[in-house]
């Protein structure tokens, strides 16, 4: 009986713990479907990377303080009735995030948030809908401007957003 009890807690906070993620919810949604390019780069893999690489060792310490990086894009020329903001907005605590930048062009709309816990950004999402729909996640332990000089070094895209942050 304990067994039976105990099973059933573990399923339900397992439902209630990935019903709280809705970013990882769209990754696990769209990964792997036809239209949709996923990247997944671990904190590992990127550490090694800049360690390989001797173009990237100003991103060294960097390097040491991302966990993972997650990547989903539609690919171009590529319809979806997919809409990121939607399925993210919808269901995320906005409370948890600021907004760095928000762009509406026609269709188009980006979004940039953060979430900071002690003056140190834990989890930046860059989110794009409209024509095409590109979630950017980034966990660890970020410096903004030192993301800024990653993304003009990795030339991935969506990662061009971050530029606007400089003008605002």
Same mark, same amino acid.
């Given at each position: 009986?304990?067994?039976?009890?105990?099973?059933?807690?573990?399923?339900?906070?397992?439902?209630?713990?990935?019903?709280?993620?809705?970013?990882?919810?769209?990754?696990?949604?769209?990964?792997?479907?036809?239209?949709?390019?996923?990247?997944?780069?671990?904190?590992?893999?990127?550490?090694?990377? +800049?360690?390989? /690489?001797?173009?990237?060792?100003?991103?060294?310490?960097?390097?040491?303080?991302? *966990? &993972?990086?997650?990547? $989903? =894009?539609?690919?171009?020329?590529?319809?979806?009735?997919?809409?990121?903001?939607?399925?993210?907005?919808?269901?995320?605590?906005?409370?948890?995030?600021?907004?760095?930048?928000?762009?509406?062009?026609?269709?188009?709309?980006?979004?940039?948030?953060?979430?900071?816990?002690?003056?140190?950004?834990?989890?930046?999402?860059?989110? +794009?809908?409209? /024509?095409?729909?590109?979630?950017?996640?980034?966990?660890?332990?970020?410096?903004? *401007? &030192?993301?800024?000089? $990653? =993304?003009?070094?990795?030339?991935?895209?969506?990662?061009?957003?971050?530029?606007?942050?400089?003008?605002?």
């Amino acid at each position: 009986m304990k067994n039976l009890v105990f099973g059933f807690v573990a399923i339900v906070l397992s439902i209630h713990v990935s019903a709280q993620d809705p970013v990882n919810d769209v990754f696990d949604q769209y990964a792997g479907k036809e239209g949709f390019t996923t990247v997944n780069i671990t904190g590992e893999l990127f550490k090694m990377l +800049v360690e390989m /690489d001797k173009s990237c060792k100003q991103h060294k310490n960097l390097s040491t303080q991302i *966990n &993972e990086i997650k990547i $989903l =894009a539609q690919e171009e020329g590529f319809s979806s009735d997919a809409n990121f903001h939607e399925l993210i907005f919808n269901k995320m605590n906005r409370n948890d995030y600021k907004e760095l930048l928000t762009v509406r062009e026609s269709n188009e709309k980006v979004n940039i948030l953060a979430k900071e816990e002690q003056g140190v950004i834990t989890e930046f999402l860059l989110i +794009v809908s409209g /024509d095409e729909n590109v979630l950017i996640s980034i966990k660890g332990n970020i410096v903004l *401007n &030192e993301l800024d000089d $990653l =993304a003009e070094s990795l030339d991935m895209k969506g990662f061009e957003m971050l530029k606007m942050l400089e003008t605002n």
